[in-house]
């Protein structure tokens, strides 16, 4: 893995999907479809935004977990589930529950207005300190971090700067590739 | 500030320690709840009796209005009108079942306080942790008005008004107002007000959850102020009749009990009165006007007005039952307020499980099936046909059940068993069972008949003002 720098296998931040605070989640997705045209297509596609401030700084980040949570249809539910979680119920029962509960509620209603409406800043995660790396850590490390944290991906930093996105998925197709090396 | 001054903010600030975690901060809530003046006020009392053993050990401790039954020692703690009863304590060589474990008890349990403070609390039965069969502790916890610590070791914890803890070890947690949790083990929990949480791992878990809006009117407690609602006004108005009982010494009971029925002398009885064989009325319950038929019981902390009680009662600590009919072998559960009208009278059938911290307040009159579960807020039909179900429905239910605001998984059977099983220890337990002819099946209402009470006193002025000099009372 010596081999591999991060600095080789991040997406440059120049070519990563950005939306400035206060951007419409219409026009998140805008930027997302826009970033995946113009970046490399033989490359992982993009899957996530990253949201800037009027300095152009990182503040957050939509998923698309965080973009469906959006779109639920009742959050109140969503933190009623949450809530019993703590009651030692079983996952399986809280998914039941979740079920029966989006059975007397229609998906995804009302979906054009809430991409009008709901902004980035709503739905947006806000990245923790283990979500950055500075570009001269080994890949190792950068290893070690997405898997303790379970993080999709991890900001790389140059001179305090937020410089390009090492993706979990561009980490594990350079680790497959050694693989595929090996003389086994 | 004075000994008990700097003992009760010792006290807050190592429950704050505990609680650290979850950013709670004991001292606005109690701060005033526990009237320092009247520390000083009110004696505090213990049973002798030839049934019991006895082992009561004060130390640098407040004990105004308590009482004591058993082997129990107290540090540094403050208890305003509580009762601490260790008359089912775990004896040595008894032997306790856990799971597949059969462990011997090596001495007699001892119920040990270490500095805590409760405010009209009931802390009783025996440490249901295997890890602590001797040893019932309560260290590090504050409890407010009319909350029980019932078989629950605790370390730590912080309980609302009107909220029960039973059969659960716990460490770390708050208990929201009228909160009812049964368990077996909770670590830096946050239990919401209003929730009714009974869990066996492995077997079942129920979950109801009271609309706080609603609940607000029968009790509400924020910091700095005492808890308000319809359950303290209700408790408040019949202060008055437990400072008679309290301030006479002796008391000349009813002409009409029977020899195998027990009437606490600290208990009210107002007006018309009916007991039959083998009831229990325990200290601090309230009857008026009613009839408890043969092997009911009224344990502490219960109000029992203008009602008719069939047999084989069990109406738990801290339950009140108002205007209202119940058929045999009905259980009323932990601080449950049921509230018929003269006019529209609450009926409830035989062999009914009404749960823990459940509230049936009514305007016009209401019959529950026999062989019911009751749950929750009940002020109506409609609000009966969400909180209820035949008991037998329930038996059925093999992994996942909903109504209404309640959330039930696992084996339903297991839980109407666990449940029969207990009811019918806890009439054992109190004597319902008793037979006076083989003279078996005694229980705590025919043991208690030969109880004498002796008071003790704090220091009435000086630094130590309202604490209780270091007292051991052994046989």
Same mark, same amino acid.
């Given at each position: ?184 | ?247 006479? &010494? ?6 009409? $009990?029977? /020899?195998?029925?027990?009437? %606490?002398?600290?208990?009210?009885? +107002? #007006? ?41 009662? &069990? ?6 039952? $108002?205007? /209202?009919?119940?058929?045999? %072998?009905?259980?009323?559960?932990? +601080? #449950? ?139």
């Amino acid at each position: 893995m010596d081999t591999y720098q991060i600095k080789d296998l991040m997406v440059p931040i120049s070519e990563y999907a950005t939306v400035s605070e206060g951007a419409t989640l219409f026009e998140a997705y805008l930027a997302l479809e826009k970033a995946q045209e113009e970046y490399d297509h033989n490359k992982y596609r993009h899957r996530a935004v990253l949201v800037l401030d009027q300095h152009g700084n990182v503040i957050g980040k939509v998923g698309q977990l965080d973009v469906l949570r959006a779109l639920e249809p009742n959050n109140a539910n969503y933190e009623l589930f949450e809530d019993i979680r703590k009651y030692n119920f079983s996952a399986q029962f809280i998914i039941h529950l979740r079920e029966k509960y989006q059975m007397q509620a229609e998906p995804l209603t009302d979906i054009c207005r809430k991409a009008g409406q709901v902004k980035v800043e709503d739905l947006m995660i806000t990245p923790t300190e283990d979500e950055f790396i500075n570009i001269d850590t080994s890949l190792n490390t950068a290893i070690h971090q997405l898997v303790r944290g379970s993080h999709m991906s991890l900001l790389v930093t140059e001179n305090n700067e937020i410089v390009g996105i090492l993706r979990l998925t561009d980490v594990f197709a350079a680790i497959f590739h050694t693989m595929k090396e090996c003389e086994i | 500030m004075n000994a008990l001054e700097k003992l009760f903010t010792r006290i807050v600030q190592r429950i704050n320690i505990n609680l650290r975690e979850q950013e709670f901060d004991a001292g606005p809530y109690v701060w005033d709840l526990i009237p320092k003046s009247q520390m000083t006020k009110f004696y505090a009392f213990y049973g002798i009796s030839p049934d019991h053993p006895l082992n009561l050990q004060f130390r640098h401790s407040g004990l105004a209005g308590s009482y004591f039954l058993g082997k129990i020692q107290v540090t540094n703690s403050l208890l305003y009108k509580t009762d601490v009863r260790g008359d089912e304590l775990k004896k040595k060589d008894d032997h306790f079942q856990f799971g597949k474990f059969e462990i011997p008890v090596s001495k007699d349990e001892e119920i040990v306080i270490e500095d805590s403070a409760f405010v009209k609390t009931l802390i009783h039965n025996y440490s249901h942790d295997p890890e602590t069969l001797e040893k019932f502790f309560i260290k590090d916890t504050i409890s407010t008005h009319y909350a029980n610590i019932h078989g629950s070791p605790s370390d730590g914890c912080f309980l609302g008004p009107f909220s029960t803890v039973d059969l659960t070890t716990m460490r770390d947690s708050v208990i929201g107002t009228f909160s009812y949790v049964q368990a077996g083990e909770i670590s830096h929990l946050n239990v919401d007000p209003g929730t009714v949480w009974v869990n066996s791992p492995h077997s079942f878990n129920f979950l109801y959850r009271f609309p706080l809006e609603k609940l607000k009117k029968y009790i509400h407690f924020e910091a700095g102020k005492q808890p308000e609602g319809i359950l303290m006004d209700f408790v408040e108005d019949r202060k008055q009749d437990f400072q008679r009982v309290f301030d006479v &010494v002796n008391i000349d009971p009813p002409a009409n $009990i029977p /020899a195998t029925a027990s009437l %606490d002398r600290y208990a009210v009885v +107002n #007006s018309v009165v009916e007991i039959g064989e083998n009831v229990l009325v325990s200290q601090r319950a309230y009857l008026e006007n009613s009839v408890l038929g043969k092997g009911a019981n009224a344990q502490e902390n219960c109000f029992i007005i203008n009602s008719w009680l069939e047999g084989n009662n &069990v109406t738990a600590h801290g339950a009140k039952i $108002i205007e /209202a009919d119940m058929g045999a %072998d009905v259980f009323v559960g932990f +601080n #449950s307020f049921l509230r018929g009208q003269a006019d529209s009278r609450l009926t409830i059938g035989s062999e009914c499980i009404v749960m823990p911290h459940t509230i049936i307040d009514i305007t016009a009159p209401l019959t529950v099936p026999p062989g019911h579960l009751i749950w929750g807020l009940i002020q109506n039909k409609d609000d009966l046909k969400t909180n209820s179900m035949p008991l037998s429905e329930l038996a059925a239910v093999e992994t996942a059940f909903f109504r209404g605001s309640m959330f039930f998984e696992g084996s339903g059977s297991d839980f109407v068993s666990a449940f029969k099983g207990r009811i019918h220890h806890i009439l054992e337990a109190n004597g319902a069972f008793y037979n006076k002819d083989a003279n078996t099946g005694q229980g705590h209402a025919q043991r208690n008949q030969n109880m004498s009470f002796n008071t003790i006193q704090p220091y009435p002025r000086g630094d130590q003002e309202g604490l209780f000099p270091t007292i051991l009372i052994q046989p």
